[in-house]
């Protein structure tokens, strides 16, 4: 642990902290419908020309008519990319002639991209072709982004009306958020990474001969395009295998870190939005603060175990980089791995710069717990809002009456709906990583999968099902998961993870708009300040996090002291 | 505070709840109360586990004592409710023993009158009472008047005056009329009288869960779900790993993680809230009203006899120019001395200060009291020749025939202004002075009025007064606002005002006029010696008819949210300690090299498990007191309490099963059970 990623951990919650007010401000100009911004002179025709060609009914939906809406969305997007990946070797862009993908990995990877997860089964650069990823997956990645801020969007909108039916209306959201904010951002984004030295390509793949005189093949392709998005937008994707440790994906120390922060960007600038919709900023920073120490506490744990070399390594007298190098490109370290693989596990973007399977038992914890915490450390766009606001309401709930007065959040009572919808929220997470992780520990199928044997093993299961329930993406590799089980059970968590949470989700949006909003006062429940915060963090730990204890304590934990007694998997 | 207070553990009472515990075991009863049902079908899993030790490879000592333990957490739930229970029931036989069975004088329509039992009365028959027989039901007087000893509901033994029209013509069953005869009319049936109603709702027997509660239960059903699901899974997780998990330590881990002391003691925290209310004589309709209390923010309070003293006294004499104080007073009090109103007797009182001593009126023969009259509006007195009189200004002003001096009538103005009432004193021709006479506020509450402030909640004070003299006693008293000229619908538009803005309103009264604005009101709190339509509309009734009870029932009603919140938070806070304990002991024999996680350094993995089990059942027990009690209350701004309660009960609930689990187990391993 050294100045240097001291200095760079600094700078990078700096300049979050520093674009989270601006980022927030044009949230809200985005997210109100109608709302005037600094594109709408240009791109304004043509969110006007959308509405017609779509035909779509500007009117306010109440909850359950944003949720079909949103379902039907989602549906329809799911199977029009499984019938691409289906038909891949029919259709145009297939430089490489790949064949059709096989129905489970279609069905994986169809529900992996429109739930926002970017689980990746596949190779991308072996087995997709030009037209399924720009088509088939980018399309998702805007639009299953599009869907979660809407979410967030409806989910705050409810908390700040008050006596009110509806929530906005789902198509409008969904169109303004791609117009006005993930589309102008992602070209400027784009343009940006391939002046780092991206690619931004059609061509077919180039043959080359390597330094050691051996023949290999160097991908190719629309790159940059694909990346903004997957970053922005906490998809997470790979356009490579590889992923954001490709010299391609990632080609130096700037846009490491420019694409670490964008990953952040839009879940920061919720937090803002969250405070300007209900009239308390101290709120909306209150819940940015509880973001920053949970990531800042995270990234620590994690730099600190990956800054320890394996002892059974070090007594040997290989101490590459005065830590556990193994699985980290060697342009980033140990700093900034650890600090992307924290970045990327605390939102639900998936994207990885070094190989997660490779961290130190408790370097790899750290990824693994943010999962399973629910993905609220900023979170993914819109869902790390709304995952965190569930958790709120819920620390306000059981903290509420301490104070004297039945449970308020920001003036609306919470009763027994919303606890039951906040409760469901918390079940179903639980229930899915949980259920499946037990399903394939106890079966062969899940464990013939698995690369290594004991504690660690299981930590690779464990991860898939988290990352999965979690709409992460992001694997501990180590387990060969393009399979039929492991395709379609990681669909399913995927799917669960995404609606059935997102269904309580608005539920609970819907039963909040209802009510009245009791005045405020010095008697109301406080919303903001450090007890505030330091008690959010202990519910999201207590409540949500203690529920994987026994998991991490057979995984990750155990396989630690393994270690340290010279036990290794 | 007239009704005995039961000691915490009253004997008998805690004889009765012990035997209640267990026939609670009944699950039909426990299904309603899911976190303790799960526990006890724990507590029959591991009992059934007696019977499998060889295939577990297990002590019996251990599974024994588990089983046990898993028994007694159940028990001591059961108990905590029991004894809450048993609390109220012994109120309840203090009121049931008032409900004597009576005979009863009905009036049939016919004018005929029979005898007839008191349970045969019904609704809208009318009866015949006369002094010393105990009115049968509850009514309204439809003819004449009577005193009543109301001590069987009340408690207080002063006898009170009920007479028909107006807002002293309700009745209630089980009081005794103690003069003159009385005709009413009966307004509820057998078993439904206020007397019945009471005793049900000590009794616990009609309590529902509030809202509250059921949000809350909905939230622990959901943990223990969570849970549930928690420990199925290691079983398959321990297949994996080639680790056995014996069924009777996955039932403790689940136990011990499942909110059991919250679960076990919601019920005995609503049920102490009620008898709290009781204690202080105050009946809450349902549990619902005692949240609703504490949820109120904006407090209507009638100035007189909740604000003020019901009377105006004397403050201080102001002698007209070349008249000495002690001439004004000497002439005050001999104006007084037959004067028997409060205002009179300040008056004789505020005399003594200038060295009078007060004189009898029997001592002086030749005096004759000249009472006050509605036309004279003055009181004097006539004696040796003298004739001195104290009255209302403009009357004394007639009175005295000499010119009144500029002085004087200044001072008049004054008194007026600061919202007092002036009394002119003279003697024949000459004014004399003027007798300040003034709203008392009532003592302590200008400070506890500033208390509430800081807790959020605005006092308005209502008043007939004119605004002038209604701002300035709202300003002595430190009220945040006033309505002054109150008319019950001024009254009923300020609380719809009010909680068109978001507030929650509380309000007392008593009249058959209040009874609109007591149904609007959030809380509202209606005397007993108001009218059976004021007592109706209000969702709690004071039996003592004080309307500063209001501020004590707010209090009470924060108390019992916060006593269940802190609760809720404790228990919820001790599962850290909890997985602490039990978690390495199971992994411990599969996986020597996580001693290290024995965070506590505890004895053996049994006596880990079966600490963290002793503890979680033991802890119910020792929060009893709490639960029934309360937490204790002091008026803070909402953040300073959070702040404190999080630090005790939430950093506590962390910290303190640390400790207790670690005692139990050094005491366990020393006696070797384990």
């Given at each position: 642990?050294?100045?240097?990623?001291?200095?760079?951990?600094?700078?990078?919650?700096?300049?979050?902290?520093?674009?989270?007010?601006?980022?927030?401000?044009?949230l809200?100009?985005?997210?109100?419908?109608?709302?005037?911004?600094?594109?709408s002179?240009?791109?304004?025709?043509?969110?006007?020309?959308?509405?017609?060609?779509?035909?779509?009914d500007?009117?306010?939906?109440?909850?359950?008519?944003?949720?079909?809406?949103?379902?039907?969305?989602?549906?329809?997007?799911?199977?029009?990319?499984?019938?691409?990946?289906?038909?891949?070797?029919?259709?145009?862009?297939?430089p490489?002639?790949?064949?059709?993908?096989?129905?489970?990995?279609?069905?994986?990877?169809?529900?992996?991209?429109?739930?926002?997860?970017?689980?990746?089964?596949?190779?991308?650069?072996?087995?997709?072709?030009?037209?399924?990823?720009?088509?088939?997956?980018?399309?998702?990645?805007?639009?299953?982004?599009?869907?979660?801020?809407?979410?967030?969007?409806?989910?705050?909108?409810?908390?700040?009306?008050?006596?009110?039916?509806?929530?906005?209306n789902?198509?409008?959201?969904?169109?303004?958020?791609?117009?006005?904010?993930?589309l102008?951002?992602?070209?400027?984004?784009?343009?940006?990474?391939?002046?780092?030295?991206?690619?931004?390509?059609?061509?077919?793949?180039?043959?080359?001969?390597?330094?050691?005189g051996?023949s290999?093949?160097?991908?190719?392709?629309p790159?940059?395009?694909?990346?903004?998005?997957?970053?922005?937008?906490?998809?997470g994707?790979?356009?490579?295998?590889?992923?954001?440790?490709?010299?391609?994906?990632?080609?130096?120390?700037?846009?490491?870190?420019?694409?670490m922060?964008?990953?952040?960007?839009?879940?920061?600038?919720?937090?803002?939005?969250?405070?300007?919709?209900?009239?308390?900023?101290?709120?909306?920073?209150?819940?940015?603060?509880?973001?920053?120490?949970?990531?800042?506490?995270?990234?620590?744990?994690?730099?600190?175990?990956?800054?320890?070399?394996?002892?059974?390594?070090s007594?040997?007298?290989?101490?590459?980089?005065?830590?556990?190098?193994?699985?980290?490109?060697?342009?980033?370290?140990?700093?900034?791995?650890?600090?992307?693989?924290?970045?990327?596990?605390?939102?639900?973007?998936?994207?990885?710069?070094?190989?997660?399977?490779?961290?130190?038992?408790?370097?790899?914890?750290?990824?693994?717990?943010?999962?399973?915490?629910g993905?609220?450390?900023?979170?993914?766009?819109?869902?790390?809002?709304?995952?965190?606001?569930v958790?709120?309401?819920?620390?306000?709930?059981?903290?509420?009456?301490?104070?004297?007065?039945?449970?308020?959040?920001?003036?609306?009572?919470?009763?027994?709906?919303?606890?039951?919808?906040?409760?469901?929220?918390a079940?179903?997470?639980?229930?899915?990583?949980?259920?499946?992780?037990?399903?394939?520990?106890?079966?062969?199928?899940?464990?013939?999968?698995?690369?290594?044997?004991?504690?660690?093993?299981?930590?690779?299961?464990?991860?898939?099902f988290?990352?999965?329930?979690?709409?992460?993406?992001?694997?501990?590799?180590?387990?060969?998961?393009?399979?039929?089980?492991?395709?379609?059970?990681?669909?399913?968590?995927?799917?669960?993870?995404?609606?059935?949470?997102?269904?309580?989700v608005?539920?609970?949006?819907?039963?909040?708009?209802?009510?009245?909003?009791?005045?405020?006062?010095?008697?109301?429940?406080?919303v903001?300040?450090?007890?505030?915060?330091?008690?959010?963090?202990?519910?999201?730990?207590?409540?949500?996090?203690?529920?994987?204890?026994?998991?991490l304590?057979?995984?990750?934990?155990?396989?630690?002291?393994?270690?340290?007694?010279?036990?290794?998997? | 505070?007239?009704?005995?207070?039961?000691?915490?553990?009253?004997?008998?009472?805690?004889?009765?709840?012990?035997?209640?515990a267990?026939?609670?075991?009944?699950?039909?009863?426990?299904?309603?109360?899911?976190?303790i049902?799960?526990?006890?079908?724990?507590?029959?899993?591991?009992?059934?586990?007696?019977?499998?030790?060889?295939?577990?490879?297990?002590?019996?000592?251990?599974?024994?004592?588990?089983?046990?333990?898993?028994?007694?957490?159940?028990?001591?739930?059961?108990?905590?409710?029991a004894?809450?229970?048993?609390?109220?029931?012994?109120?309840?036989?203090?009121?049931?023993?008032?409900?004597?069975?009576?005979?009863?004088?009905?009036?049939?329509?016919?004018?005929?009158?029979?005898?007839?039992?008191?349970?045969?009365?019904?609704?809208?028959?009318?009866?015949?009472?006369?002094?010393?027989?105990?009115?049968?039901?509850?009514?309204e007087?439809?003819?004449?008047?009577?005193?009543?000893?109301?001590?069987?509901?009340?408690?207080?033994?002063?006898?009170?005056?009920?007479?028909?029209?107006?807002?002293?013509?309700?009745v209630?069953?089980?009081t005794?009329?103690?003069?003159?005869?009385?005709?009413?009319?009966?307004?509820?049936?057998?078993?439904?009288?206020?007397?019945?109603?009471?005793?049900?709702?000590?009794?616990?027997?009609?309590?529902?869960?509030?809202?509250?509660?059921?949000?809350?239960?909905?939230?622990?059903?959901?943990?223990?779900?969570?849970?549930?699901?928690?420990?199925?899974?290691?079983?398959?997780?321990?297949?994996?790993?080639?680790?056995?998990?014996s069924?009777t330590?996955?039932?403790?881990?689940?136990?011990?993680l499942?909110?059991?002391?919250?679960?076990?003691?919601?019920?005995?925290?609503?049920?102490?809230?009620?008898?709290?209310?009781?204690?202080?004589?105050?009946?809450?309709?349902?549990?619902?009203?005692?949240?609703?209390?504490?949820?109120?923010?904006?407090?209507?309070?009638?100035?007189?006899?909740t604000?003020?003293?019901?009377?105006?006294?004397a403050?201080?004499?102001?002698?007209?120019?070349?008249?000495?104080?002690?001439?004004?007073?000497?002439a005050?009090?001999?104006?007084?001395?037959?004067?028997?109103?409060?205002?009179?007797?300040?008056?004789?009182?505020?005399?003594?200060?200038?060295?009078?001593?007060?004189?009898?009126?029997?001592e002086?023969?030749s005096?004759?009291?000249?009472?006050?009259?509605?036309?004279?509006?003055?009181?004097?007195?006539?004696?040796?020749g003298?004739?001195?009189?104290?009255?209302?200004?403009?009357?004394?002003?007639?009175?005295?025939?000499?010119?009144?001096?500029?002085?004087v009538?200044?001072?008049?103005?004054?008194?007026?202004?600061?919202?007092?009432?002036?009394?002119?004193?003279?003697?024949?021709?000459?004014?004399?002075?003027?007798?300040?006479?003034k709203?008392?506020?009532?003592?302590?509450?200008?400070?506890?009025?500033?208390?509430?402030?800081?807790?959020?909640?605005?006092?308005?004070m209502?008043?007939?007064?004119?605004p002038?003299?209604?701002?300035?006693?709202?300003?002595?008293?430190?009220?945040?606002?006033?309505?002054?000229?109150?008319?019950?619908?001024?009254?009923?538009?300020l609380?719809?005002?009010?909680?068109?803005?978001?507030?929650?309103?509380?309000?007392?009264?008593?009249?058959?006029?209040?009874?609109?604005?007591?149904?609007?009101?959030?809380?509202?709190?209606?005397?007993?010696?108001?009218?059976?339509?004021?007592?109706?509309?209000?969702?709690?009734?004071?039996?003592?008819?004080?309307?500063?009870?209001?501020i004590?029932?707010?209090?009470?009603g924060?108390?019992?949210?916060?006593?269940?919140?802190?609760?809720?938070?404790?228990?919820?806070?001790?599962?850290?300690?909890?997985?602490?304990?039990?978690?390495?002991?199971?992994?411990?024999?599969?996986?020597p090299?996580?001693?290290p996680?024995?965070?506590?350094?505890?004895?053996?993995?049994?006596?880990?498990?079966?600490?963290?089990?002793?503890?979680?059942?033991?802890?119910?027990?020792?929060?009893?007191?709490?639960?029934?009690?309360g937490?204790?209350?002091?008026?803070?701004?909402?953040g300073?309490?959070?702040?404190?309660?999080?630090?005790?009960?939430?950093?506590?609930?962390?910290?303190?099963?640390?400790?207790?689990?670690?005692?139990i187990?050094?005491?366990?391993?020393?006696?070797?059970?384990?």
């Amino acid at each position: 642990m050294d100045m240097f990623g001291c200095i760079q951990l600094l700078l990078f919650l700096l300049i979050l902290l520093l674009l989270t007010k601006p980022m927030g401000l044009y949230l809200l100009q985005v997210l109100t419908p109608g709302g005037k911004n600094i594109l709408s002179p240009i791109l304004g025709p043509l969110e006007r020309i959308f509405y017609r060609f779509c035909g779509v009914d500007e009117k306010e939906q109440d909850w359950k008519g944003y949720a079909s809406s949103m379902l039907l969305f989602s549906l329809v997007g799911t199977l029009i990319t499984y019938l691409i990946l289906r038909a891949q070797h029919l259709l145009p862009l297939n430089p490489q002639k790949f064949a059709a993908a096989t129905p489970d990995l279609a069905f994986n990877t169809a529900v992996s991209f429109a739930t926002n997860t970017n689980w990746q089964s596949y190779v991308g650069e072996t087995t997709l072709s030009y037209f399924s990823q720009m088509v088939g997956l980018a399309w998702h990645n805007f639009m299953s982004a599009a869907v979660g801020i809407a979410i967030a969007a409806a989910l705050v909108r409810g908390i700040a009306r008050a006596s009110a039916r509806t929530l906005g209306n789902f198509w409008v959201d969904l169109i303004r958020t791609t117009l006005y904010l993930l589309l102008p951002m992602c070209v400027v984004y784009a343009l940006f990474l391939v002046s780092q030295g991206m690619i931004q390509n059609f061509s077919a793949y180039t043959a080359a001969i390597g330094l050691e005189g051996g023949s290999q093949t160097i991908a190719q392709g629309p790159m940059a395009s694909q990346v903004a998005i997957k970053m922005l937008g906490t998809n997470g994707g790979g356009f490579m295998n590889a992923n954001a440790a490709h010299p391609f994906e990632n080609p130096n120390a700037l846009s490491n870190f420019v694409q670490m922060l964008s990953i952040f960007l839009i879940p920061s600038g919720l937090t803002y939005y969250l405070g300007r919709m209900v009239k308390n900023q101290k709120h909306g920073w209150s819940v940015w603060a509880a973001m920053a120490i949970l990531f800042l506490a995270g990234t620590l744990v994690c730099w600190w175990a990956e800054a320890h070399p394996n002892h059974l390594l070090s007594t040997l007298g290989v101490d590459p980089a005065g830590g556990n190098m193994e699985g980290k490109e060697v342009r980033f370290g140990i700093f900034n791995s650890a600090l992307f693989a924290t970045v990327t596990t605390d939102a639900s973007c998936g994207a990885v710069n070094a190989m997660h399977d490779s961290f130190t038992p408790l370097g790899g914890l750290v990824p693994l717990f943010n999962i399973q915490l629910g993905e609220l450390i900023f979170g993914g766009v819109g869902a790390g809002l709304y995952a965190m606001i569930v958790y709120v309401v819920l620390s306000v709930f059981i903290a509420g009456l301490m104070v004297g007065r039945t449970p308020e959040y920001l003036g609306k009572k919470i009763e027994a709906f919303d606890v039951k919808v906040a409760v469901l929220y918390a079940l179903v997470g639980a229930f899915s990583i949980l259920g499946f992780s037990a399903w394939a520990a106890a079966t062969k199928w899940g464990t013939a999968a698995l690369n290594n044997a004991g504690p660690h093993g299981f930590s690779e299961l464990l991860y898939a099902f988290s990352s999965g329930t979690g709409n992460n993406g992001s694997a501990f590799a180590g387990i060969g998961a393009n399979n039929p089980w492991y395709n379609t059970t990681l669909g399913f968590a995927m799917l669960i993870g995404r609606f059935l949470m997102i269904i309580p989700v608005l539920a609970l949006a819907g039963n909040l708009a209802k009510k009245k909003i009791a005045a405020a006062s010095a008697g109301s429940f406080p919303v903001s300040g450090i007890t505030f915060t330091m008690l959010i963090i202990g519910v999201i730990i207590i409540v949500g996090g203690l529920t994987f204890l026994p998991a991490l304590v057979m995984g990750p934990v155990v396989e630690h002291f393994l270690m340290l007694s010279g036990k290794l998997f | 505070m007239k009704r005995q207070e039961n000691s915490l553990f009253d004997r008998k009472i805690l004889l009765t709840a012990l035997l209640q515990a267990v026939l609670k075991l009944n699950p039909v009863h426990l299904v309603k109360n899911p976190v303790i049902f799960v526990t006890e079908i724990a507590a029959a899993i591991t009992t059934a586990q007696l019977f499998a030790l060889r295939a577990n490879h297990e002590s019996l000592g251990f599974v024994l004592q588990i089983s046990l333990w898993l028994w007694f957490t159940v028990l001591f739930a059961n108990f905590a409710e029991a004894i809450a229970e048993g609390r109220g029931k012994a109120q309840a036989n203090t009121l049931r023993n008032a409900r004597t069975k009576t005979n009863a004088t009905r009036v049939d329509k016919d004018g005929m009158i029979s005898s007839v039992s008191a349970e045969d009365l019904r609704k809208d028959d009318i009866i015949m009472v006369t002094a010393n027989e105990i009115i049968p039901a509850d009514g309204e007087i439809i003819e004449g008047a009577a005193t009543v000893n109301e001590s069987a509901i009340t408690g207080e033994s002063a006898p009170v005056i009920r007479e028909a029209g107006g807002d002293r013509s309700a009745v209630t069953g089980g009081t005794t009329v103690l003069s003159d005869w009385i005709k009413i009319k009966v307004t509820a049936g057998p078993g439904e009288s206020f007397l019945d109603r009471m005793i049900g709702l000590v009794e616990g027997a009609t309590r529902q869960k509030t809202p509250n509660e059921i949000a809350l239960s909905i939230l622990l059903s959901g943990m223990t779900i969570i849970f549930l699901a928690v420990i199925m899974a290691m079983r398959p997780f321990g297949t994996y790993g080639g680790v056995f998990f014996s069924v009777t330590s996955l039932v403790s881990l689940l136990v011990c993680l499942i909110p059991t002391t919250i679960g076990g003691l919601l019920s005995a925290i609503g049920i102490a809230g009620m008898d709290r209310l009781l204690q202080k004589n105050v009946l809450a309709m349902s549990g619902r009203a005692i949240e609703a209390a504490g949820d109120v923010d904006v407090l209507l309070l009638d100035k007189t006899g909740t604000i003020t003293l019901g009377n105006r006294q004397a403050v201080e004499l102001l002698p007209a120019p070349g008249v000495t104080s002690l001439e004004l007073a000497d002439a005050a009090q001999l104006a007084s001395l037959a004067d028997e109103t409060p205002e009179g007797r300040s008056i004789v009182v505020l005399a003594k200060q200038f060295g009078i001593r007060a004189r009898q009126i029997h001592e002086m023969p030749s005096a004759r009291f000249v009472p006050f009259t509605a036309q004279t509006r003055m009181s004097g007195l006539d004696t040796d020749g003298r004739s001195i009189r104290k009255g209302a200004s403009d009357s004394v002003l007639k009175f005295a025939k000499e010119a009144c001096p500029p002085l004087v009538l200044e001072a008049v103005e004054r008194i007026s202004r600061a919202g007092g009432t002036p009394l002119l004193v003279a003697d024949e021709r000459r004014v004399l002075g003027t007798v300040y006479l003034k709203d008392i506020v009532k003592g302590g509450l200008p400070d506890r009025f500033l208390r509430f402030r800081a807790m959020g909640i605005r006092t308005i004070m209502i008043t007939g007064d004119n605004p002038l003299t209604a701002a300035a006693i709202a300003k002595e008293a430190g009220v945040d606002g006033f309505l002054a000229q109150a008319t019950p619908e001024d009254k009923l538009a300020l609380i719809r005002k009010e909680q068109a803005k978001g507030h929650l309103v509380a309000m007392t009264g008593d009249g058959t006029n209040d009874a609109p604005a007591l149904a609007q009101a959030d809380v509202g709190v209606a005397m007993n010696s108001g009218t059976q339509a004021a007592k109706e509309a209000g969702n709690l009734v004071d039996l003592d008819s004080n309307p500063t009870k209001l501020i004590e029932i707010v209090e009470i009603g924060k108390q019992l949210l916060m006593t269940r919140g802190v609760l809720t938070t404790f228990s919820i806070a001790n599962d850290v300690a909890k997985y602490f304990a039990i978690i390495p002991a199971m992994l411990l024999g599969a996986y020597p090299q996580i001693a290290p996680l024995n965070l506590m350094g505890l004895g053996s993995p049994h006596s880990a498990i079966l600490s963290a089990v002793i503890f979680n059942a033991l802890v119910i027990i020792a929060l009893i007191p709490l639960a029934l009690k309360g937490v204790s209350f002091r008026p803070m701004a909402a953040g300073a309490i959070l702040r404190r309660n999080l630090l005790i009960y939430g950093l506590g609930g962390v910290i303190s099963p640390f400790l207790g689990i670690k005692i139990i187990d050094f005491c366990l391993n020393l006696a070797g059970w384990v």
